[in-house]
């Protein structure tokens, strides 16, 4: 009865434009609120938040982690066996993507990113003048991860109208939905068709989980659908996250010119891009019996919209939360989620991460905006389109 209720829609147009005065209303009303406008339960404060991660148990991803409750309504794809399953469903298939995902298996990977990351910094030094998100934070993933996978060369661009309507799913069936549906609707098949074994190289992630069928891990259409977490995941997210990257490095010329100095900065500049930015904004929980959050108690099957972006600036954890301070000790941040369910790929994103901005620590003197940023709406994930830079050597 004292849970306040917030005339907030997280999911418009002026709330992704500037989110974050809604964000302290929401952490400042209570460790819970309630948003009239999608009869859902909100956290924001990073207590709530990361308390409500790691408790599997009341809070289940089973029933879906967007809007839709899959107990009323049935998902509009085959649900992902590590994000929309609890355990025990959960956890026999987690263990098989640790284990694919292990930090030896992306130990290998390491030369060949960083490589990848100088030719591709090299290459835009020449040019001088371009456009940070699709030149960068797109082209960068788009080569070294399908890569990793397995994946043909041929329509790897494919895979972002796909995450885009997969991260958008998540909210409510809004116009950024619909758009993203016919977007996707052409790549759909193709997606599909890529996680089969045939498609996959025989080295690479994608072999990895195949050959767990073999062994009778896993089935392979279990294999399959661990395949599509694999394409669905692994592109949308280290795109948004090294443009946030690029995007605080263009707006805090300090915090360059001091990865500059140190390039060993480069992996806690991108950890700290991923904490402030968020570029994992949102997602949901559906209750599994009447729980109690800050003292408030909620029935059962209520969903829980959890606030990772607001968490990872919420005053009461992290000092100055707005500032970029590639030197702070950002190391228990959501931005990756946390629990069972924490990011599986993050050891593959970080290393991303470290190598672009390990490149542009040692090759680039200047980052500079030249133009007006423009933002890319999605439901759940924060980042940008467009965002035009002029950069000069070192
Ligand atoms: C899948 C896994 C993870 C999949 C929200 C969703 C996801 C971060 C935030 C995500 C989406 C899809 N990641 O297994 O298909």
Same mark, same amino acid.
């Given at each position: 009865?004292?849970?306040?209720a917030?005339?907030?829609?997280?999911f418009c147009q002026?709330?992704?434009?500037?989110p974050?005065p809604?964000?302290?209303?929401?952490r400042? &009303?209570g460790?819970?609120?309630?948003?009239p406008?999608?009869?859902?339960?909100?956290?924001a404060r990073?207590?709530e938040?990361?308390?409500?991660?790691?408790?599997?148990?009341?809070?289940? %991803?089973a029933?879906?982690?967007?809007?839709?409750d #899959?107990?009323r309504e049935?998902?509009? +794809? !085959?649900?992902s066996?590590?994000?929309?399953?609890?355990?025990?469903v959960?956890?026999?298939?987690r263990?098989?993507?640790?284990?694919v995902?292990?930090?030896? =298996?992306?130990?290998?990977?390491?030369d060949?990113?960083?490589?990848?990351?100088?030719?591709?910094?090299?290459a835009?030094?020449e040019?001088?003048?371009?456009d940070?998100?699709?030149?960068?934070a797109?082209?960068?993933?788009?080569?070294v991860?399908?890569d990793?996978?397995?994946?043909?060369v041929?329509? +790897?661009r494919?895979l972002?109208p796909?995450?885009?309507?997969?991260?958008n %799913? #998540?909210g409510?069936?809004? *116009?950024?939905?619909?758009?993203?549906?016919?977007?996707?609707?052409?790549v759909?098949?193709?997606?599909?068709?890529? %996680? +089969?074994r045939?498609a996959?190289?025989?080295?690479?992630? @994608?072999?990895?989980?195949?050959?767990? *069928?073999?062994?009778?891990?896993?089935s392979? &259409?279990? =294999?399959?659908?661990?395949?599509?977490s !694999?394409l669905t995941a692994?592109?949308d997210?280290?795109?948004?996250g090294?443009g946030? /990257?690029?995007?605080?490095? &263009?707006?805090?010329?300090?915090?360059?010119?001091?990865?500059?100095?140190?390039?060993?900065?480069?992996?806690?500049?991108?950890?700290?891009?991923v904490?402030?930015?968020?570029?994992?904004?949102? #997602?949901?929980?559906?209750?599994t019996?009447?729980?109690?959050? @800050?003292?408030?108690?909620?029935?059962e099957g209520?969903k829980v919209?959890?606030?990772l972006?607001?968490?990872?600036?919420?005053?009461r954890?992290?000092e100055?939360p707005?500032?970029?301070?590639?030197?702070r000790? /950002?190391?228990?941040h959501?931005?990756?989620?946390?629990g069972?369910? @924490?990011?599986?790929?993050?050891?593959?994103?970080?290393? $991303?991460? $470290?190598a672009?901005?390990?490149?542009l620590?040692?090759?680039?003197a200047?980052i500079?905006?030249?133009?007006?940023?423009?933002?890319?709406?999605?439901?759940t994930?924060?980042?940008?389109?467009s965002?035009?830079?002029?950069? +000069?050597? @070192?």
């Amino acid at each position: 009865m004292t849970i306040p209720a917030l005339p907030i829609d997280p999911f418009c147009q002026a709330f992704f434009d500037d989110p974050f005065p809604a964000h302290a209303a929401m952490r400042d &009303a209570g460790p819970v609120v309630y948003l009239p406008v999608y009869d859902i339960h909100a956290v924001a404060r990073y207590d709530e938040v990361r308390a409500m991660l790691l408790d599997w148990g009341s809070f289940a %991803s089973a029933r879906g982690v967007g809007l839709s409750d #899959f107990a009323r309504e049935t998902p509009w +794809r !085959l649900p992902s066996l590590l994000l929309e399953a609890d355990p025990p469903v959960h956890d026999r298939t987690r263990k098989l993507m640790d284990r694919v995902l292990a930090p030896a =298996a992306v130990r290998a990977l390491r030369d060949g990113f960083i490589q990848a990351a100088d030719r591709l910094v090299d290459a835009l030094l020449e040019r001088g003048s371009f456009d940070a998100i699709p030149d960068l934070a797109e082209a960068y993933p788009l080569t070294v991860f399908p890569d990793a996978v397995g994946m043909p060369v041929e329509n +790897r661009r494919f895979l972002l109208p796909y995450g885009n309507m997969v991260f958008n %799913s #998540f909210g409510p069936r809004n *116009a950024w939905f619909q758009a993203a549906v016919a977007d996707a609707a052409p790549v759909l098949d193709w997606v599909q068709a890529q %996680s +089969r074994r045939e498609a996959l190289s025989p080295t690479g992630f @994608g072999a990895a989980i195949h050959a767990a *069928a073999d062994s009778g891990e896993i089935s392979v &259409a279990e =294999a399959e659908v661990l395949v599509r977490s !694999l394409l669905t995941a692994g592109v949308d997210t280290t795109v948004n996250g090294l443009g946030a /990257s690029l995007y605080c490095l &263009a707006r805090f010329p300090d915090a360059f010119a001091r990865l500059r100095a140190d390039p060993g900065l480069a992996r806690g500049a991108f950890e700290e891009a991923v904490r402030l930015e968020s570029p994992v904004q949102t #997602f949901f929980r559906t209750t599994t019996r009447t729980v109690e959050i @800050g003292g408030e108690t909620l029935d059962e099957g209520r969903k829980v919209l959890m606030f990772l972006g607001a968490a990872n600036r919420d005053p009461r954890r992290w000092e100055d939360p707005d500032d970029y301070d590639i030197g702070r000790r /950002s190391a228990g941040h959501v931005g990756f989620g946390t629990g069972i369910h @924490g990011c599986v790929g993050a050891v593959l994103a970080r290393l $991303e991460g $470290e190598a672009v901005l390990g490149a542009l620590a040692r090759k680039v003197a200047s980052i500079e905006i030249a133009g007006v940023p423009r933002r890319r709406y999605n439901n759940t994930l924060r980042g940008l389109a467009s965002l035009p830079v002029v950069i +000069r050597a @070192g």
